[in-house]
């Protein structure tokens, strides 16, 4: 399986060039997986692509998971429901206190 | 917090940020000509015009967003390469910076409305920026699509059918693109009730080849349990409203109303129906009804629908079951969302903003531990207990950590003074009819916050007057064989505990004999004095004092430079001026690193005690045997310059055996301070000294001692002028009278 890292930020001003990129990744291969740990800041751009990546793998039967969900994606994931949906296995943050 | 106080914080927020914001674009602004690969600066610069607008839309602040709109638009087109980097642009450009910077005060001074006048003034502004574009082609065509049901996002939900609200949502395509996050209006429900559930529709996301990231597809259903008006809601989706569409309706509408809204909505009409009952807006029964209406209805009009839609029914049964049986879900997380509501809140907080005069109140209190902590120490001193020397010590060590601590706190780099500085070269420069650039170089350099902001000013003055007098027209410059573009250099570095900031030009120079002769005449000296060039050049300091022959809007008008000094010697620190006819000025000031608190070196003069800084203090050695009375001694090879703290001070002596010399540093000279006694090191806090004494030379200020008596800190730079004078008149055997520069 391969991996694949997003680092920075996964928003309106660089969508569309991870786009690009997650996608001839997920074509390329068979089972991919997202690492998130290193997206400090994701809006809902960055979380419309990754529902378009979702479901073009499940339209195209390929394996893809989501995984190490930085702060601000569990954060958006849980206000836009998603949770579930996605069905990635999710790493609770501890309470930092 | 009631929602007028949360909606004030959160005004303060945007326009303290906002304005942050514009001083990035304008520092990029500046710097976009001279950058080699200007695009990622082109990037930031839209990026803080694009949030400038979004935010201010989520404010209702409607002018903002009208003028920010035109200059985003401009900036875009910049940003796709179809219009090029060039002056002309950037000067365009700068202003309308500046009228952004006005609008945003004038909501910081709560005048949150449109000014009549300033809207004209932008108008103009706006109309100069359009100068630049064509209208861009507009292609915002979005394909209709239809998803796959198994996409269904859905779920997580405990027995809700009490939501007060049903909100139907579906964003306009350009909603990213003009700023909008459509998430962040459902996050700021929250503020207004409590989101019981809430589905992700993202049925209208095309192929994936065919999707643009930058369009919004997406909507969203959501149950508000909320006390709030229909009003209040809907006024949080004002800046959407337009271009999105936006349905709100109170929870127990008739069904009339759901199917309209299902009618409304772009999505298959089954698989509304399905979010709808889920949401618990309709009961099964209802949406059955509705279906059975709706497929009447559509027989005649369309057939694939019609299929369609009985295909989806009863499937609909099914699907609730399987709805609620993964109501219990894994993750709790209802729970789970209160907790990391939280937590984003800490992660926002990486950085906190401080009220300046707490900061200012610890670092007192500080200072008075300091000076307690000393004084423990002595006391400890006297009884020879180890146990308590021992604590003592690991006390006193601590407390200098928390005092370093504390001081970093205030600690700011004296970039963001120096970045303030591109602006105005620019703008005088224009104003001349000169070119100058300007280097920068040590931006990074931290400085105590409180010398930062006095600093400014006095800056502001040298730099100004540099660009004034310093460099010359760019015909006299040819002339002389130098670059048409004359060069200003801001510099900052550390250097011996203080820190120094030197503002140099490439222009014509000091003229020693213009400043010498105008001094003359003006009485300052008399004509058969002999000056070194470094005095001659402290002369243009002395109040209304200027050897400019033309008097211009800037400068030159004689006030400036001797404010400039006072200002320097208030933050103690002072002000040399280094110069060569023809090839330029340097103006270099020493200030102290921090203003509270310094590490002192304790001697003894007589009954007396001094602080000499201890940054300043390179070695202590003993006084030679033969010295007698001397002004000089030999240090290895050196010679170097005795001062007699007790004949400066006038404090008698008791000292009979043998003295002791500090060496001390100051801007690259050396000197030693004759004393009798070494007392080791101390940490002081220095207090200023009484408005009676604000003249005395020599003295820097006072602090008092572990066992309460005072000591005077010495002014290092002050006795260096005054052993630099006692040497030259020496030398010339001159009984001229002492100036005080």
């Known amino acids: 399986m391969e991996t694949l890292e997003i680092k920075g930020e996964l928003t309106i001003f660089n969508v569309a060039g991870h786009k690009e990129k997650l996608l001839a990744a997920l074509r390329a291969n068979a089972a991919l997986e997202l690492n998130l740990a290193g997206v400090d800041e994701i809006d809902t751009a960055g979380l419309q692509l990754l529902i378009l990546l979702k479901r073009e793998a499940s339209l195209t039967s390929k394996k893809l998971s989501f995984a190490m969900h930085s702060k601000p994606v569990l954060d958006l994931l849980e206000l836009a429901n998603l949770t579930t949906a996605f069905g990635d296995q999710l790493v609770l943050p501890q309470t930092e206190e | ?741």
């Open chain 2, 1 to 741: 917090m009631s929602f007028d106080e949360e909606m004030k914080n959160a005004l303060k927020t945007f326009t303290l940020e906002s304005l942050e914001l514009l001083q990035d674009m304008e520092e990029h602004l500046l710097n976009l000509e001279d950058d080699e690969a200007p695009a990622e600066r082109i990037n930031a610069i839209f990026r803080a015009a694009h949030t400038i607008k979004g935010s201010s839309g989520v404010f209702g602040l409607t002018h903002i967003v009208a003028f920010t709109h035109v200059v985003e638009s401009v900036l875009d087109e910049l940003r796709g390469g179809r219009i090029g980097v060039g002056s002309e642009l950037v000067a365009a450009l700068l202003p309308c910076c500046d009228h952004i910077t006005l609008l945003v005060r004038n909501v910081v001074d709560g005048r949150t409305e449109e000014d009549a006048a300033l809207t004209a003034e932008g108008k103009q502004l706006l109309d100069e920026l359009n100068a630049f574009t064509q209208a861009a082609p507009a292609d915002k065509a979005v394909t209709e699509f239809k998803c796959p049901r198994e996409q269904l996002q859905k779920l997580e939900n405990d027995s809700v059918k009490d939501g007060n609200w049903h909100l139907s949502l579906r964003f306009g395509a350009d909603s990213f693109r003009d700023g909008m996050d459509p998430l962040s209006f459902v996050s700021y429900l929250r503020t207004l009730g409590d989101i019981v559930q809430l589905v992700t529709i993202c049925q209208a996301l095309p192929p994936a080849d065919e999707m643009d990231p930058e369009t919004c597809y997406l909507g969203f259903e959501i149950e508000l349990k909320s006390s709030a008006g229909k009003a209040e809601i809907e006024g949080v989706f004002e800046f959407v409203r337009e271009s999105s569409i936006i349905r709100i309706l109170p929870y127990g509408s008739g069904i009339g109303e759901f199917i309209e809204l299902i009618d409304e909505l772009p999505e298959n009409l089954s698989y509304l129906g399905e979010i709808l009952v889920a949401a618990g807006a309709i009961t099964r029964h209802e949406l059955d009804d509705a279906l059975h209406h709706q497929q009447n209805k559509m027989q005649t009009a369309r057939e694939q629908g019609n299929a369609e839609a009985e295909a989806a029914v009863p499937a609909l049964g099914e699907i609730l079951v399987k709805y609620q049986a993964v109501s219990e879900p894994v993750l709790n997380a209802a729970l789970e969302k209160q907790k990391q509501v939280k937590e984003k809140k800490n992660q926002e907080a990486q950085s906190i903003r401080v009220d300046a005069e707490r900061l200012d109140k610890l670092i007192d209190l500080i200072g008075e531990l300091v000076i307690a902590g000393a004084g423990v120490n002595l006391r400890s001193r006297l009884f020879a207990d180890e146990g308590l020397k021992e604590m003592t010590g690991e006390t006193m060590r601590l407390i200098e950590e928390v005092r370093d601590g504390a001081l970093q706190l205030r600690m700011v780099p004296i970039g963001t003074t120096f970045s303030r500085f591109q602006r105005v070269v620019r703008d005088v420069s224009k104003e001349l009819g000169k070119g100058i650039d300007l280097i920068v170089t040590g931006g990074d350099t931290e400085v105590d916050k409180s010398v930062v902001e006095k600093i400014g000013d006095p800056l502001m003055h040298l730099v100004r007057n540099a660009m004034d007098h310093g460099i010359e027209t760019a015909d006299v410059r040819l002339a002389c064989g130098k670059p048409a573009r004359g060069s200003l250099t801001l510099k900052a570095y550390h250097s011996s505990g203080s820190i120094v900031i030197e503002v140099s030009d490439d222009g014509g120079g000091l003229n020693r004999e213009r400043i010498l002769a105008k001094a003359v005449e003006r009485g300052l000296i008399q004509a058969h004095d002999v000056l070194s060039d470094h005095e001659v050049y402290a002369l243009i300091f002395e109040p209304g004092f200027s050897t400019a022959q033309t008097v211009s809007n800037l400068s030159g008008r004689g006030v400036g430079m001797d404010v400039v000094k006072r200002n320097v010697t208030a933050l103690r620190g002072n002000i040399e001026v280094d110069s060569r006819l023809g090839a330029g000025t340097t103006m270099r000031i020493h200030l102290p690193l921090t203003l509270a608190i310094i590490d002192g070196f304790l001697v003894g003069v007589g009954k007396a005690t001094f602080v000499i800084p201890l940054d300043r203090v390179i070695e202590c050695v003993a006084l030679p045997e033969d010295a007698g009375e001397r002004e000089y001694m030999d240090l290895r090879g050196e010679v170097l310059p005795l001062v007699w703290l007790s004949q400066v001070f006038d404090v008698e002596s008791h000292q009979q055996r043998r003295h002791n010399v500090v060496v001390v540093e100051h801007a690259g000279n050396k000197a030693g301070f004759v004393v009798d006694r070494l007392q080791g090191e101390f940490q002081t806090v220095i207090k200023p000294l009484g408005k009676l004494f604000t003249y005395i030379k020599g003295v820097a200020g006072s602090t008092i001692l572990g066992d309460g008596k005072v000591a005077l800190i010495v002014d290092v730079p002050t006795l260096f002028e005054f052993c630099e004078r006692a040497n030259r008149h020496a030398e010339h055997a001159l009984p001229a009278p002492s100036h005080a520069s």
